[in-house]
């Protein structure tokens, strides 16, 4: 049985950081692409972030391009994202999510099959 289960959210303070963490178990973890979504209240699940399986490849949502970085360790079954210089409208559950494939990274939630309940991430003007 495949798990994810992220870890690392909280209330922290507009311009403050954050890093969460998300370990897998179940499956092959260095085989797969590994990707960062996030629900606000009221809204939809958004893409934030995804690297491939073997870590040379990063993608980024615009809105938190230059602010955000993803990696894995792969001997660890980990991947993380670091979130400096939050704002308010970074405000949301946090989930992780395993791609289908090595490769599958981007918006598209099709090409993620397992996903984690979430961390809630909060950010105080």
């Known amino acids: 049985q495949v798990q994810l289960v992220e870890s690392g959210g909280g209330l922290v303070q507009a311009g403050g950081s954050l890093r969460l963490s998300c370990v897998v178990s179940?499956?092959?973890?260095?085989?797969?692409?590994m990707g960062w979504f996030r629900q606000a209240p009221g809204k939809e699940r958004e893409f934030v972030a995804a690297i491939t399986a073997s870590g040379f490849t990063e993608e980024y949502a615009d809105s938190v391009k230059g602010r955000f970085t993803i990696s894995r360790d792969n001997a660890r079954n980990t991947v993380s994202l670091q979130m400096n210089s939050l704002k308010p409208e970074d405000t949301a559950v946090y989930h992780c999510a395993a791609g289908a494939t090595a490769y599958s990274i981007g918006a598209s939630e099709n090409r993620y099959n397992y996903w984690g309940q979430g961390t809630q991430v909060t950010v105080s003007s």
């Open positions: 179940g499956r092959t973890f260095s085989s797969h692409a």
